[in-house]
């Protein structure tokens, strides 16, 4: 069974290694000349890839984080610079030797459904290298193009954007930090990319401010005890409290746990409906930023003017010199009919968050578009192993389903047994 993987980053190297361990013949297709996706750092900002700036760190500990059958090397950080991330992807490329099953420099233009799908499930797949298109039929597509390539940059939310003379842009144009030297800096939207880049900002700016319009819980990688935060956060018991308690008292109980490190109500930071955030901001510096003057919260964006910003229920303007719009990414698949996979207010339905649930043959599946509480990694493996049983047999599909389930909901524990 021939198998069609978009791109080689996380989800699409553990997608072509899953294949290989179910007897399938994966061809992964990278626009690229390397692998790696999010995860490997380019000065240049590349058209329909990731693009990273050199200073991230993994959120996640590499204990939490590593595929179940290839642990990071001892000698590894808990929490992983960026190219050492990379390094670890490139060894376990080499060591399922995945390097001969993808075609670089290879863009997928188009997947559609072979005339005869009804019967046979199979896909037509146009690739362009060099310049050339080629067309191809294979019996399976997995989608492993990522989120994080389509910046979404809603200006018509920000009044008076139009009139601003200073500088902005998305947080994906980010690199280095020289750019906000003796400026006045805003950064809208608090999310890790944010932060990151706010912190960074106040090292050489003149001042720097987050505008946030519902905060966020901010917790630091040292989390109780010194252990990695989500050594103590994924566990098969908070797993349990957050599925089995009502929603506002679970979320009541983690607020309190984060609460811990500080009160986030005298930071500016206490999110208004607590129960409704879905991911914290790791970073260990905002805090005492904070407290110097280096950075301030501020409300969410009013109005922005000539050369100035003025917010919500603040009556005076604030000069700034930049504005760096760290406002998230759309889910994009320029390559698929909206008929296949819909994507509406930043969301695919997809049953699972995987399979087209239209589709009269289970053969297309989108890989790692989940935003797990933890590591992408194991999550990435679990659907990639379900997909490919399910491409295998479909009569596996019931059993696998619940597998991955409960792989999501006990993360930590499940991802280091092989299933």
Request: hydrophobic residues 40%; proline residues 7%; charged residues 20%.
């Amino acid at each position: 069974m021939r198998v069609a993987v978009v791109g080689a980053g996380v989800s699409g190297l553990a997608a072509t290694k899953c294949c290989l361990d179910e007897g399938l013949e994966p061809t992964c297709f990278e626009q690229s000349q390397d692998i790696g996706g999010l995860w490997r750092y380019t000065e240049l900002i590349e058209t329909g890839r990731p693009s990273l700036y050199p200073s991230v760190i993994s959120n996640t500990s590499k204990e939490m984080s590593a595929f179940s059958d290839f642990p990071f090397p001892e000698h590894f950080p808990v929490f992983l610079p960026n190219a050492l991330l990379l390094d670890y992807l490139r060894r376990y490329t080499e060591h399922f030797s995945l390097r001969e099953h993808i075609r670089f420099g290879s863009t997928v233009v188009s997947i559609h459904k072979h005339p005869d799908f009804a019967t046979t499930g199979q896909w037509d797949v146009v690739t362009e290298a060099g310049g050339k298109q080629t067309s191809h039929v294979f019996d399976a597509v997995m989608v492993c193009s990522g989120n994080f390539s389509e910046p979404s940059l809603p200006l018509q939310c920000f009044p008076g954007i139009e009139r601003f003379r200073g500088q902005y842009f998305h947080s994906r144009q980010y690199k280095h930090p020289d750019v906000f030297q003796g400026k006045r800096v805003l950064v809208v939207g608090m999310g890790n990319s944010g932060v990151d880049i706010a912190v960074e900002a106040s090292r050489v700016a003149a001042k720097v401010m987050i505008s946030t319009t519902r905060g966020a819980w901010l917790l630091s990688r040292v989390f109780e005890h010194g252990y990695p935060w989500d050594m103590i956060l994924n566990t098969r018991l908070m797993s349990l409290i957050k599925t089995n308690l009502p929603g506002p008292l679970s979320w009541w109980l983690i607020n309190y746990k984060v609460n811990q490190w500080f009160n986030h109500e005298n930071y500016g930071l206490q999110p208004e409906n607590s129960w409704r955030v879905r991911e914290p901001v790791l970073n260990d510096e905002l805090p005492s930023y904070i407290l110097t003057g280096r950075i301030t919260i501020k409300p969410g964006v009013k109005e922005f003017k000539d050369n100035s910003v003025l917010f919500h229920n603040c009556p005076e303007e604030e000069p700034i010199d930049i504005v760096v719009f760290c406002t998230g990414y759309t889910i994009s698949f320029p390559f698929l009919k909206e008929s296949v996979v819909r994507v509406e207010n930043k969301h695919a339905s997809l049953y699972k968050y995987v399979f087209p649930p239209q589709l009269q043959k289970p053969t297309l599946a989108v890989l790692g578009l989940i935003k797990p509480l933890g590591a992408i990694m194991p999550i990435a493996e679990m659907q990639a192993r379900w997909v490919s049983r399910v491409f295998k047999g479909v009569k596996l599909c019931r059993t696998l389903s619940s597998l991955y389930q409960a792989c999501v909901s006990c993360l930590p524990r499940l991802s280091w047994r092989r299933k």
